[in-house]
């Protein structure tokens, strides 16, 4: 049986009315829906239309064209009051707010429910402790917020869209200030906040790896404007996430589900010795510094783990003296100065003296 | 349990707080009454509040007549003021609005300017004298026109207001309006005697000295302005974090950005159309309350606004009157000594708390 969506689209699109009335459209024919029980991730490249999506969704920007219901009803009928008992929102933007504490400002999230002072009953009370909590902030919930560090304030804003109590937790790019140990965390929060029955999170966010490690599903701007939603290893299959981040220099890996910058090719060399955790590092290493694993080592490199005396250690063997390194650092380096060696023989000398040559003729053309 | 103490706990500094400072304002209040070039005696001025005609008759007139109407003119408009100072900086996000951010005292200053230097007599050198020269307009020719020139004012930035979506654009209109308007009055004072521009400089540093008749329009309406920003307490919290989170929590932002102006053009212009454009005590009693209650929350701050901006307007009326002297110091360069130290104490705690509010 296929669950009711909270929010559903049906041939949106989405765009600016210009002051000319003439319409800029930016993605069109969108038709999406967000289930409950849900974690979606929209990703696409910067000014694919990621952040209009989310205003047109949630009811700050009005769509061209197209119908959005939320719990079955049009958007447009409900009451500001209405949508935010059921939707809320937390913003890119940084808040800075002075005298204020943790349990004051997820306090604000109980607006839609309190009376006209805005004072909390007790009922509200247990709600934002509880807020507090699910994110984790429990402790933060007497500080002020001017003293909170980036991942605590946005631990804070989490929780105050969630004493709105939610059905819809809609994030604009939750994690753009946060270091990675932050980002996990609270891409963490989330996840298990989305797993609340009946409630769906939607966010925006940069991270792809984050984005195909944790969300549900995913929604995709290509640089086009064109959409695709699905689970991420269904976008991946269908080529879709390569060709909509393709840029000069960066190629999306599909086996490896990252991003990867190729370096410069340099060749390739032979790895041996050791198969454990050490080869894998080794390899990546290896080919950071642009060579490839010869496969059946027929290379002229040949690189190969061995011990000395219970400590970890690199040989490298390439015609000349073997040489032996106490780390990979030190390998690579080694490494990088045979082959600019080899190239500054081929190619350096060459284009000195064509340059010298140049000079030398500009200089008797002016004193002529 | 934990927050439940919390918030005992600042909620009892905040009761303690709000004692001591009404007891501050009872004390400056009689204060402002006893003390002046002559001072009465407490018991006798107590006497003559309390309708005991067998005082002194010069001390009933000096009390019932000069002291008590100047005492509700500092006590109303000092927390007119801070309010309508409170209402900008929460609007605005910014710490540096106040009161007279949408050009309402400019506005008014232009309304005032054009009477006294235009129309007022000819050989007026002071507000008296030039209201004696203006005949039968009396003191209200110039509240009119402070009025006037303020609403004026108002009703352009509204109108604004519906088309223009960002706040920041109304913040920067309305200082346009303000040097405008203040352009014209230095227009009007270069070519004007210097006994007119002397009076209109008078006004211009403020002066709670007014008549019976006025406060008794003075106090009706800022008391209504003030009973009505108390309804807006709980978006003007929301507003602490933006106007987009306010609008996602249900407010409508655009009435709440009217009602906001219309309270803050109420208090602040009817304050200046009677006492003058007064400085810095709107802008500088929201940080003495935010700094003393440590917080930034409308339920507190509303009524400690009221109450120690009534305070300290009557301080500086006290210190402004050098009491036993027959002198006057212009009453906003004294707003003005006693506020700076109260935004430089901001600034300087700032870092500790967030500091200023934007």
Known sequence: ?368 | MKVNERGWDSSSRAVLLMVFSLAALFIFFMLDLILGSVNIPFQDTLAILLGNKMVNDSWQIIIMDMRLPKAFAAAFGGAALAVAGLLMQTLFRNPLAGPFTLGISSGASLGVAIVILLVGGGTATTIPQMLAGLGSFGSAAVAIAAFAGSSAVLMIVLFISRKVESSVTILILGLMFGYAATSLVTILVHFSDPEKVKAFTEWTYGSFDIRCAEVSILVPIISIALISSFLLIKPLNALLLGEKYAESMGMNFKTTRHYLIIITALLAGTVTAFCGPIAFLGVAVPHLCRGLFLTADHRILVPGCIILGGSLALFSDLVAHLPGSNLTLPLSAVTSMLGAPVIIWVVLRGNKLGGMQA
Not at chain 1, 103 to 114: H, I, K, Q, S
Not at chain 1, 124 to 150: H, P, Q
Not at chain 1, 170 to 190: G, Q
């Open chain 1, 1 to 368: 049986m296929k669950e009711k969506p909270l929010l559903s689209a049906c041939d949106l699109s989405i765009g600016y009315t210009t002051r000319k009335k003439t319409q800029k459209v930016i993605s069109e024919n969108l038709n999406l829906e967000l289930v409950p029980g849900e974690l979606v991730c929209l990703i696409g490249p910067n000014g694919a239309g990621k952040s209009t999506l989310i205003r047109t969704l949630i009811g700050m920007q009005p769509s061209l064209t197209g119908d959005i219901s939320l719990m079955n009803r049009p958007l447009e009928d409900f009451t500001a009051m209405e949508k935010a008992r059921v939707l809320s929102v937390v913003l890119t933007s940084n808040t800075n707010i002075s005298h204020f504490r943790a349990f004051d400002v997820v306090a604000l999230g109980r607006y839609p429910y309190t009376g006209w002072s805005g004072t909390l009953s007790e009922e509200d009370k247990k709600i934002v402790s509880f807020s507090l909590d699910s994110v984790g902030a429990t402790e933060l919930s007497n500080r002020f917020m001017s003293e909170l560090s980036d991942g605590e304030k946005q631990k804070v804003m989490i929780a105050r869209g969630l004493a709105q109590d939610p059905s819809i937790l809609v994030l604009d790019e939750p994690t753009a200030f946060l270091d990675l140990p932050h980002k996990i965390e609270v891409i963490r929060i989330l996840k298990s906040l989305s797993r609340h029955p009946g409630r769906a999170v939607l966010l925006s966010i940069h991270d792809l790896d984050i984005a195909m490690r944790t969300a549900d599903r995913i929604w995709l701007f290509n640089k086009k404007g064109e959409f695709f939603s699905g689970s991420p290893e269904d976008l991946i299959l269908q080529g879709v996430f390569g060709s909509a981040f393709a840029m000069g220099g960066v190629h999306f890996d599909n086996e490896k589900g990252t991003f990867i910058i190729p370096p410069e090719k340099k060749g390739d060399a032979n790895l041996l010795g050791n198969n454990g955790v050490e080869r894998i590092w080794t390899a990546h290493a290896l080919e950071r510094a642009g060579y490839c694993i010869s496969k059946d080592n027929s290379s002229s490199i040949t690189i190969e783990i061995g011990n000395n005396s219970g400590n970890t250690c690199w040989k490298c063997m390439n015609g000349e003296p073997e040489r032996e390194f106490p780390s990979i650092a030190d390998m690579i380096k080694y490494i990088n100065q045979i082959h600019e060696n080899k190239d500054s023989k081929k190619q350096l000398p060459v284009d000195l003296i064509d340059q010298e040559f140049d000079n030398t003729i500009v200089d008797e053309v002016c004193l002529t």
